[in-house]
DNA sequence: TATGTTTATGCAGCAGTGTTGCGTAAATAA
DNA sequence: TTATTTACGCAACACTGCTGCATAAACATA
């Protein structure tokens, strides 16, 4: 982690309104490094335990309300979170891109260069979000 | 539930090689009277704690393997199913309609009219299955 | 830099969820 | 009806997500 990266994390942190803390920053350095979608355990696996679990549940739901990240839906039943590239702020999440779950080494990343397509629903349903999961092979595991 | 549906339920899990028992017959029944999508604690309490919650899970889970139910991602925890209407079988879903949840009522269906549409993934990525779940406000609520 | 106030963290404890192993009961085959 | 196969129920366990409260850290102010 540059401490150019560094900067930027306390300038996404103070932008929000949140002040910095180790764990904040942490966190936002996992999301970076990791260049992808993130799941609840993994927090606690990558950083070495070196914060408690409440800590990150609390923190996960600070930065989805402040719209520094957000969620991806999943069958299974863990929830999946990865930075907001675009610009996102409190309630006000707009991310319309698609998600890709790889099945052979179980990655989820968002395609920031897609855009979700015009969904036609039915006479009487009003769509607020619209979410997009793929899965298949990724292009690492192809 | 009338004897004609009881009568149609046996057929189902006969074309499944799955023998007749209380629970599946029970938890189908449960699949054909609510008309939308079911998550797990739903089953518990809309049987009045007749069977085991282990039963439930294994049920379920045989279900999703024959392609008798199918499952719908969410960003919560929990996972919703529902029943399959296009002819699934073992190891070969191919449900191809879009999901809707109600911000209101908190009720998922399926758009069993619709389809989803087709998806420009970036080089490199095959796709296998697409979820799009739109969430919005049903035409019960509006 | 030192001090007071506000905010975040860690801990203990709890409820809900999903899984496994195993003995028993039920369903199917014969 | 009996034998065999399969499903069920129970106990126990691990994991997940949440709440209240005391303490620690971060921030604002002087
Ligand atoms: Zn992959
Ligand atoms: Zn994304
Ligand atoms: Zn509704
Ligand atoms: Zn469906």
Same mark, same amino acid.
């Given at each position: 982690?540059?401490?150019? +990266?560094?900067? $930027? !994390?306390?300038?996404? #942190?103070?932008? &929000?309104?949140? /002040?910095?803390? *180790? ?46 990240i957000h969620?991806?839906?999943? +069958?299974?039943? $863990? !929830?999946?979170?990865? #930075?907001?590239? &675009?610009?996102? /702020?409190?309630? *006000?999440?707009?991310?319309h891109h ?5 099945e052979e ?38």
């Amino acid at each position: 982690m540059s401490n150019k +990266t560094k900067a $930027s !994390i306390t300038d996404m #942190l103070r932008a &929000s309104n949140l /002040s910095i803390t *180790d764990t904040r920053v942490k966190i936002l350095e996992l999301f970076i490094d990791s260049n992808g979608a993130l799941e609840h355990s993994s927090f606690e696996k990558l950083a070495g335990h070196s914060f408690d679990r409440v800590t990150v549940y609390r923190t996960l739901q600070t930065f989805l309300d402040k719209g520094i990240i957000h969620s991806i839906p999943t +069958t299974d039943t $863990s !929830i999946r979170y990865a #930075l907001c590239k &675009s610009d996102c /702020s409190e309630h *006000d999440h707009h991310d319309h891109h698609i998600h890709f779950k790889c099945e052979e080494c179980g990655n989820t990343i968002c395609l920031d260069e897609t855009t979700v397509p015009e969904i036609q629903l039915p006479k009487g349903y009003a769509a607020h979000n619209i979410d997009v999961v793929v899965s298949g092979v990724c292009k690492e595991c192809k």
